[in-house]
């Protein structure tokens, strides 16, 4: 199983990220897939999910409204529209997918929302 994420990087307040995580080494539209974020000094939290079919998602209530998330089964990829950032959404973002019980994490990618 590998994960890479990409598309984190530094923007201004108010302004928009697209994180992608390619998928590879399972059969990708078999699973659900998650977004997580990481900012310092805090616990590891869920930002979005995603079912295996991508007809139905979950956002924590602070993501909700500025957040999409998305999958696109024929290039197994899962991505996450970032939309009016905030300095608190500063982080490293992760993707996840639970196999037979087993987390998987990709090795994260830095989003910095600062002025």
């Known amino acids: 199983v590998q994960l890479v994420e990409s598309g984190g990087g530094l923007v201004q307040p108010g302004g928009s990220l697209r994180l992608t995580c390619a998928a590879s080494g399972f059969t990708f539209s078999q699973y659900a897939m998650s977004w997580h974020r990481q900012a310092p000094g805090k616990e590891r939290e869920l930002v979005a999910s995603i079912t295996s079919d991508g007809g139905s998602m979950f956002y924590v209530s602070s993501m909700k409204g500025r957040f999409t998330i998305s999958r696109d089964n024929a290039k197994n990829t899962v991505s996450l529209q970032m939309n009016s950032l905030k300095p608190e959404d500063t982080a490293v973002y992760y993707c996840?997918?639970?196999?037979?019980?087993?987390?998987?994490w990709g090795q994260g990618t830095q989003v910095t929302v600062s002025s």
């Open positions: 996840k997918v639970v196999i037979l019980s087993s987390d998987y």
